[in-house]
């Protein structure tokens, strides 16, 4: 009955802090992940760009106007 008593004056006291906690742990992890993948994105740029070109050639059976595409492409990356 003891125990019962401490925890919901602990629950109380603390459960603000626990949701905190779960809410700054969650921010963290969001912001890392998307940290790296536009890390990632960012040295990778050119290699994805080309290989998405290559697949939608493939696939369409089209010829893109590269020139017009990098520099759409230039103009993302650079934000």
Known sequence: MVLLQYWQVEYER???HWI???KTFRYDLNNHLTTNLM???QDDLENIYQSAIDLFNCVGELFVDIAFY???AMAIALG
């Open 20 to 22: 905190g906690e779960v």
């Open 14 to 16: 603390n459960y603000r």
């Open 39 to 41: 890390n990632k994105l």
């Open 70 to 72: 990098e520099n759409v």
